[in-house]
């Protein structure tokens, strides 16, 4: 077993930079918008700058009193990607369903309710652009929100808490996109 371990080397910082400048996201993830509303944390918001960079989606829309860069909390947690990654942010939300629904793109809220699907029951259609809608980490999406959602999803759980912290489901979310986008891998 110790002789196994000898044989495994980690990739150094370089060498993950050089393979991830020749890798491009999936077109799926690379028109993916995620949506942040009313997310209280800057810690919450710069790991969710992170994932979207790692993943490649498009942009990050915040809205509400969701904390915007440049702020030192969300550049702790985000490493510089909020300078990567193209964001914008509206304070109503009713924008962004305007945005939305002008630029055609299909909104998907991931909130837990009775008509809620399993997010790994939802296979996208891939001819629409896609907007992720997450809200408040304690209190979710507005209803008011809701009902503006062409999906409704949630994360299968099985342990006891039942909820998820909001950068956790992020990741996720971004990850079941790509292996929807790349099923064979």
């Known amino acids: ?89 509206y304070q109503d939300p009713f924008a962004m369903i305007r945005w939305c629904r002008e630029n055609n793109l299909l909104l998907a809220g991931l909130e837990q309710t009775h008509s809620s699907r399993e997010l790994n029951a939802f296979q996208p259609d891939t001819g629409r652009r896609i907007c992720l809608l997450f809200g408040n980490e304690v209190t979710g999406i507005e209803n008011e929100l809701l009902t503006c959602c062409d999906h409704l999803l949630e994360i299968p759980q099985y342990g006891h808490k039942h909820s998820l912290n909001i950068s956790v489901s992020v990741g996720i979310a971004l990850y079941h996109f790509l292996l929807s986008a790349c099923p064979d891998s």
């Open 1 to 89: 077993r110790k002789e196994n371990m000898q044989m495994v080397r980690k990739k150094t910082t370089r060498e993950i930079y050089k393979a991830n400048r020749v890798r491009v996201a999936p077109a799926s993830l690379r028109s993916l918008v995620v949506w942040l509303h009313n997310i209280r944390s800057m810690h919450n918001v710069g790991s969710v700058f992170r994932s979207a960079d790692a993943f490649g989606v498009e942009q990050v829309v915040l809205t509400g009193y969701t904390p915007v860069p440049p702020r030192p909390e969300i550049s702790k947690t985000a490493l510089g990607a909020e300078e990567k990654v193209k964001w914008r942010h």
